[in-house]
Each structure stands twice: as C-alpha cells, then as structure tokens.
C-alpha cells in the first residue's frame, strides 16, 4: 500500500486542530460553594468534634450519587465542615452508614479507595484548573495524599507516591465513622492573598455499594475530574505560612552476593534529599547520592508484543510536580522524557542494571496563576567495565495556561557525555529533544484535545527528526468519541524518553455509547468500537498493523463488571519476531504478513468484598497459530491485618512447527500483614518462565514518625531453567524527614 506523506501536511494538521479546537468549551455542570470560617480556638485533634467551634463550622454536605446512578442525592448521610486559622486548614467527617461493618483493606497508608469505606477532600489551590492535592482518611483512621494532575481526567492524573506531613484521627460508631484532619498551609502551594479554593469532596461507601460526591459528578467521570469541582471561600484572604525546609538523610547497609560471576559486596551508604521551598509556588529539591534502590520491586510482566513496556515512576524526587516534566508528549507512542531512564543503564551484554547517581537538582512549580516552570539536571556515574558514561541529564520546561482550562508548553531535553570514552560513539555523545505541546481542555472535559510536535538532535544528523501527534475527544454521560495521528520519523531519538516505536504513521478512532436502564442489576451497560491503522516509514508507508475491537461491557449495582470483546488484527513483521522468548525458539519471519483474531472476557468482581477476584478468558488465533491465555487475580482479605493474593497469568501459544509451542506462567503471590499503622511485613513471590526467573521480596517497614521508615529488606533471586542463584542481598536502610 502506498502512503502520501509530507511534514508540511503534518505541520497543516496539527495547526489546524490547535486553532479550530480554541472554540471547543462547554458550560460547567454545576458549581457549588461553602464559606470557611477562620476560627482562634484550639482544636484538640481526636476525631470526637466535641469543641464548640465545630458548631458554627459551615459544611458541605447533601452528597449527590454518581454511582449507581447520578440524578438524587445519596443515601447515606456525609458531612464534611471545615475551619482553618493561619496555620492550618482542619476538615471534619461524617459518614453514617446502616450498621457497623465498615470495610478496610488493610492499615497501611495510600489505600485505594475501591476497597475501602472513606471520605476523600481535594483542594485547587491556584483557580487555574489543572493540579489539585487529595486527602483522604478511611474508616479506621488510615491517611492517603495524592497529587491530581492532567486536570483528574484519569488514572494517569492520580498519584499516590506524593507525600507530605498532615494528621488526623478517627472514632468509629454503630451508625456511623468521624474523622478530624489538620492539614498544614505549610505543606501546601498557594498564590498569598488569595480567598478561593477548587474544592470536591467524594465518599466511597461499601456497605451500600454507593460512591457520592459534593459537587454533583456525572456518572462514569472520575472523581478527581477538576471539571466537576466547587469551591471554598476563606472569610479572609490566606496568608502565606513559612514554608519548612525538609532535609531528608538516609543510611543503606546492604549485604550482596551475585553468583555469575561470583561476587560479594559489604556497602554502607549515606545520602540525602532536601525540599526547599522558594516563594509561594516553587520548589527546589536537592539528591546528593541517592538510594534508588529496589525497597519495592517491579512487577515481572509476560510480553506478548514487540514493544517496550513502561512502568511507573514510584521514586520520590521525581513525583513533586513530576507531570511538569513528563506530561509532554503522549504515553502510547512517545515520551520525551521518561524519569525512569535516569539511574538505569544496559551492560555489555544489554542486560539492565542499576547506574548511580551522583546528584542533582529540581526546581519546579508554580511562577503565578498562568505559568509554570521545571528545571531538572542530573548527574549518574560512570561504569567502565560495563562500558556506561557519566552523563549529564537535564531538562526545562515552561507551561502556560491559555484559553480558559487550556495550556501550551515547550521543553528542551538534554543527554550529553561529559567527556570522550574510547567505547564512547560518536552519535551517542549527545542526544537532544525540543518540543511544544498544546493541551485543549472545555471547562468541565467535556472536550480535551492534544497537538505536538517534537524534534531530536544527535551529533551530524540535525534533519527531520520529528515526532507529532494530534488528537481529540469529546466526553459525555452518553457518548465518548476520539481520534488520534501520530507520525514518529523513523531516526526521532529520545534517549531519556519512552520511544517504543519509530519510523511509523499511526491513526485511529474510538466511540463509544453508554445506556442507563432505569431498573434492575445492571447500572450501565456500554458498547464501543476501535480501529487503528500503522504504517511504516521504511517500507514506503506500508500498512503494518490494523486492530478492530468491538466491546461490549456491564456495570453491575453490586460494583462488579463484566467486560466481552472481540478484536481482529493485521500484522506485517518488518522484523523476524520471537513472542516466546526461549533461548532456543524460532523467531517467526520479516517480511510476512498475519491476520488474526480473538475473543475476549473478563469479570471483575466486588473489591468490598472479603472474598474477591479478577478473571480474564481470551482464546482465539495468534500469528499463524492459536493463543489461549486465562489470567486473573484472587484475594482474600482478614480485616484489617491481612491480604493475601496470587496473581496469575497464564498463556497457551501453539505455533505450527518449526515454530515453538510453548506454555508461559507467570505466578505472583504476596502477602501482606499490616499488624499496625506503623509496622508492614510485605512478601512477595515472582515466577515467570519467559523471563526465566524466580524472585522473593520480603520487606519490613517499621514507620517510626511521620514519613520516616526503618525498612529490613530481603531480595532473592534465581533462574528457573536449571534453578541456580543469581543475586541476594539484604539490606537495612533508614529515612527520616527532619523539619526546619
């Protein structure tokens, strides 16, 4: 198949949809707002609300449902009033439920809320509708905090690595669960002077099987969609508290033995972070030789696919305003930077290994209401024997909100070498990526929009280079729609982003439509279908990949789910392509195209329940054989002390011969004990034959004070084709945040 193809008609495109989309803004759904009282008495912080001055505390309460339905208000009564003097903002909860059996997953702080019975508050500090922080407290007095970024439009905008110091305390009754928060202004970023904060409140209740929100939600929407949020009103304009300076040391004594070859390592490591806070909107963090150490490892995954597989960022420096940094671009197809390449390198034998990181800086936030700013720079070590150059990492990007909810951005990446290696490259010695990005979002998401374009640099190539991408989406309680373009020339470098794929054309569509039945079991039920198309740069646009998928899923008033799809692919191997991954299994060959299809189903079970599980069935053709493949995840809960699961995913894959036929497992039990909101005893269990691999994780955290850990950590690991030791280690390593 032949592809017309030209930069000039990408650069058309992009501009055309970055102006007509300017136009694109709905009317909010409803804003709703409470005054907050600015009070000189003492709170006594122990979750009774027994002092008088919460009598005069205004509230948002007359919660509406957004799950099962979304047009009355709930039934179980919540209440949340709120107070704040100079120093603090105090937010008082009630949640009445029927009786007593309150769900909790476990005492361990950043719970999901899915499984939990709890009350969650998140405030937008600077009316500019894109970030917020979320508080959340559950039923036994268990804290969460999370960063809402992208405008809490999905998963993606909700980050609960984020931490910060607040307290609260809870009481428990027959009827109902209070709780009593004092959150810092200390701890939080906001304009000085300003009298008005985005506000939402939402409550998830599993003994009712309701989910509720203050400001009234559509149904299907997210509950940290800014779009959706109210508003506080401070009877007096906030003044700016001082700001503490956190210094953050921590001691690593760690015991290592590696087998092939043999090795053995006694380590005493020391090392330091410091938040420093500048104005009243910007940070600058400071690493001098930090631990990126695997306290909590990765989890194995079974990769079926011929592309890289991402996964998250859970180390602390990057977190703080980390979408700053890594919002740019699009998550599928290319990140311009990916914080996860820094203190990650491949040895000579192209196996990842850890790299160590000298120091660094981060300078990010908020300049006023419109802009934002991100400095990063980072230093690793270098490591000749595995051939790895010290390399300085560095980043900057500037944001501005536009057009109401909208923002533009523009960044500049840069990897360089700091001096010349004889195993050195030329073309490695530097890579740099510039870009600008235009983000539409209408006032309330109903429509978001996306348009970038990107261009790489390596030493004697500074031609073409680019990566783009455009796209679009409207939302609604009824219909959801969006198409995407991508184009990725097939020599865009970017050494410290996500780039699974270059050299390709990618376009498609989604919609979707979703009916409510007015009775019964079920809450909603959607179809939807997807198409996409690949072609590919280097085989004159040749058509590469196309998947069609039509879906069709149930919303049960229970909370379950049960999802059917039916997908069928076309994929032309431009490269021979091994899905087993054996040592000794035959790559399937290039230059041959596939046609296949499959059917799919899944149930997802009530995660309230102590008993629950998810299962997923998909059986049908794979290349030029077959694919059956069961996965699924069980777990059983004794409240509130401890979880066990066992995660499975396993895959048939019959090839006709000489092709392997193989059975691929992937088996990961963990148990996790949480015998107090301060002491964890996690272990975990990992096996993957396509991975050859066997690991235990087994970790004792022992939270001795706010945000500071003792953690006794023990790792294991083994290949599983003849099960011999490859690395073992131990380790005692401690954090504490000191205040200043």
């Known amino acids: 198949m ?49 002092e008088k001055v919460w009598d005069k505390a205004n509230s948002a309460d007359n919660f509406w449902q957004y799950f099962p339905t979304d047009s009355i ?10 107070l704040y003097n100079d120093t603090h903002i105090f937010i ?11 769900v909790v997953n476990s005492l361990k702080r950043d719970y999901s809320s899915r499984n939990n019975d709890n009350i969650s508050i998140i405030f937008e500090t600077f009316n500019d509708g894109q970030n917020g922080f979320l508080f959340g407290v559950n039923a036994y007095g268990v804290q969460r905090e999370a960063l809402v970024t992208d405008r809490g439009t999905g998963p993606g905008g909700f980050n609960l690595n984020w931490d910060i110091k607040w307290q609260a305390k809870h009481k428990r009754y027959d009827d109902r669960y209070v709780i009593e928060m004092a959150i810092p202004f200390s701890s939080l970023k906001y304009p000085e002077g300003i009298k008005k904060w985005g506000f939402q409140s939402y409550r998830y209740d599993l003994q009712s099987n309701e989910n509720s929100a203050w400001n009234r939600l559509l149904q299907r929407q997210f509950p940290i969609n800014i779009g959706y949020y109210g508003e506080i009103i401070f009877e007096e304009p906030l003044k700016k508290d001082k700001n503490p300076l956190y210094v953050i040391p921590y001691l690593n004594f760690l015991n290592a033995k590696g087998f092939n070859p043999l090795n053995k390592s006694n380590d005493f490591i020391v090392g330091t972070d410091i938040k420093l806070p500048i104005g009243t909107g910007l940070n600058l963090d400071i690493t001098v030789n930090p631990d990126f150490s695997n306290i909590e490892v990765d989890d194995l995954i079974t990769n079926l696919t011929r592309f890289e597989i991402s996964l998250p960022e859970k180390r602390q420096f990057f977190i703080d305003n980390g979408d700053l940094f890594q919002s740019f671009g699009n998550t599928i197809n290319a990140i311009p930077f990916f914080s996860r390449r820094i203190g990650i390198a491949k040895d000579t034998l192209g196996n990842t290994i850890q790299n160590n990181i000298i120091g660094g800086v981060r300078l990010s936030g908020k300049l006023d209401e419109n802009w934002r700013i991100g400095f990063l720079n980072i230093q690793n070590s270098e490591d000749i024997p595995n051939q790895i150059t010290s390399n300085n990492n560095s980043m900057l990007a500037l944001q501005r909100k536009v057009f109401g909810q909208s923002r533009v951005g523009a960044f500049i990446i840069n990897k360089q070498s700091i001096k010349e290696y004889d195993f050195l490259q030329e073309q490695d010695r530097y890579n740099r990526v510039i870009g600008a990005d235009y983000n539409l979002s209408s006032l309330n998401n109903k429509w978001r929009g996306r348009a970038y374009l990107h261009k790489s640099f390596q030493p004697d190539d500074s031609k073409g280079n680019f990566s783009s991408h455009t796209f679009m989406s409207y939302n609604t309680r009824n219909w959801k729609l969006l198409s995407f373009f991508t184009y990725i020339d097939e020599d865009f470098r970017s050494e410290l982003g996500f780039v699974p794929r270059t050299g390709v054309i990618r376009n498609g569509y989604n919609a979707e439509r979703n009916f409510y039945p007015k009775s019964g079991l079920i809450t909603s039920h959607t179809i939807g279908l997807f198409n996409s198309y690949s072609f590919q740069q280097n085989l004159d646009f040749k058509k590469t990949d196309e998947s069609f998928q039509i879906n069709y899923d149930l ?7 049960i999802e059917m799809e039916y997908s069928r692919r076309f994929v032309f191997l431009s490269n021979p392509f091994d899905p087993i991954r054996f040592e000794n299994s035959i790559a399937l060959p290039e230059q041959t195209g596939y046609e296949f299809g499959s059917w799919n189903l899944s149930y997802l079970s009530n995660y309230g329940k102590k008993f629950n599980f998810d299962s997923e069935i998909n059986y049908g053709n794979f290349f030029n054989g077959q694919k059956f493949s069961v996965r699924g995840r069980l777990n059983y809960r004794i409240q509130p002390i401890t979880n066990l699961t066992l995660q499975f995913d396993y895959n048939r894959i019959k090839l006709p011969y000489p092709y392997t036929t193989a059975n691929l497992f992937l088996v990961r039990p963990k148990l996790d004990l949480t015998l107090s909101k301060k002491l964890f005893w996690a272990t975990l269990i990992q096996y993957s034959n396509q991975l050859d691999s066997f690991g235990i994780n087994s970790r004792i955290q022992w939270r001795f004070a706010p945000l500071s850990d003792l953690y006794l950590v023990y790792n294991d690991n083994y290949v599983t084709q003849d099960f011999g030791p490859v690395f073992r280690s131990i380790n005692l390593k401690l954090t504490y945040w000191l205040s200043i």
Do not use: C, H, M
């Open 2 to 50: 032949k592809f017309s193809f030209s930069l000039k008609n990408l650069f058309f495109v992009n501009v055309l949809i970055i102006f007509n989309s300017i136009n694109l803004y709905g009317q909010k759904f409803e804003t709703r707002s409470v005054v907050v009282k600015k009070i000189n008495e003492k709170i006594n912080l122990d979750g009774v609300l027994d």
């Open 92 to 102: 008082g909860g009630t949640a009445y439920s029927k009786n007593p059996n309150f």
């Open 555 to 561: 919303s049960l008033k229970n909370q379950s789910r």
């Open 73 to 82: 208000k709930s039934f179980n009564k919540t209440e949340v009033k709120l």
